[in-house]
């Protein structure tokens, strides 16, 4: 396709400034594969240089030359549908004709990155930098994805984060008066994400992240559970509230009582507020402990 001037014969590299100096995290792209990423803050600047490379003794005829700085909420559960929330644009060259190397130095002063990095299985926010060269009739782009970490105000802790003993211990009293005998406990703790694409298609996805035994046999009255667990091992976000009106992301503890006819008991508990100063996530390498009782 070259003779006829459509086919790509440029390469496009995006540069980050003071790079080296940044924090760098490691990023799942898909099942076998992992990639480093930069780490940048809400308000932060984002500079560095565009080179664009043309093939020896080759030419590049542009109507245009930009990069944008984007921020976007992707849905994999409706057919890749998309939104971007955050759109910052820069000019780096007008209509022209380039027969060598080129380099073109950008700047986004003061970005406002509201919200956190995610991925999950159905929906992910992503932030990435996009060189576009315009041509006539097929445009040459290059993506380069970063990580935002947007610190907030840590919630009160919540002094009922506990199972709370007289709520559980009613319960149970009220399976021995059945006659229920119960063989097991489980913990669970899981993810729950609600996203919309639009105001009729709403989606809802649950994940069990963790879930471990807490005691086998017939209880005692009166007995106490503590329960210890290091959340650094699992897959954690941040708690997130109504992501620019889209996808909601919460984490909740669930009892599961188990008896000796295998039914199953559910007592869930309220929602867990997970900070991203404490969360070992994508984006997190702290080790966490969770305490309960």
Not at 181 to 210: I, K, M
């Amino acid at each position: 396709m070259n003779f006829l001037g459509l086919g790509q014969n440029a390469t496009i590299e995006i540069v980050l400034d003071s790079l080296e100096s940044r924090k760098m995290v490691e990023v799942k792209t898909d099942e076998n594969n992992r990639t480093l990423l930069p780490v940048f803050y809400n308000g932060e600047s984002l500079s560095g240089k565009v080179t664009i490379s043309v093939k020896r003794n080759g030419k590049l005829e542009y109507q245009g030359i930009k990069i944008d700085f984007v921020g976007q909420i992707d849905f994999f559960a409706d057919r890749g549908s998309r939104d971007e929330f955050l759109t910052r644009t820069q000019e780096l060259a007008r209509p022209g004709i380039l027969s060598q190397s080129a380099t073109y130095p950008f700047h986004f002063a003061d970005v406002e990155k509201p919200y956190e990095s995610y991925v999950g299985s159905n929906v992910q926010l992503r932030y990435f930098l996009r060189v576009t060269i315009v041509r006539r009739f097929m445009d040459i782009t290059k993506e380069m994805e970063i990580v935002v970490h947007s610190f907030f105000r840590l919630p009160q802790p919540d002094t009922n984060i506990q199972m709370e003993v007289d709520t559980t211990h009613n319960n149970i009293n009220l399976f021995s008066l059945m006659q229920l005998p119960f063989r097991r406990r489980d913990y669970q703790v899981y993810g729950n994400t609600d996203f919309a694409t639009g105001s009729v298609n709403q989606f809802s996805d649950q994940e069990t992240l963790a879930k471990f035994e807490i005691m086998d046999g017939a209880p005692v009255r009166g007995e106490s559970i503590p329960i210890r667990l290091f959340l650094a091992a699992y897959n954690l976000t941040p708690t997130m509230r109504d992501v620019n009106r889209k996808f909601t992301v919460r984490y909740y503890l669930n009892l599961v009582l188990l008896d000796e006819e295998e039914r199953r008991y559910y007592k869930q508990h309220v929602s867990l507020h997970f900070s991203c100063l404490l969360l070992a996530s994508p984006y997190h390498t702290c080790a966490n402990v969770f305490s309960a009782r």
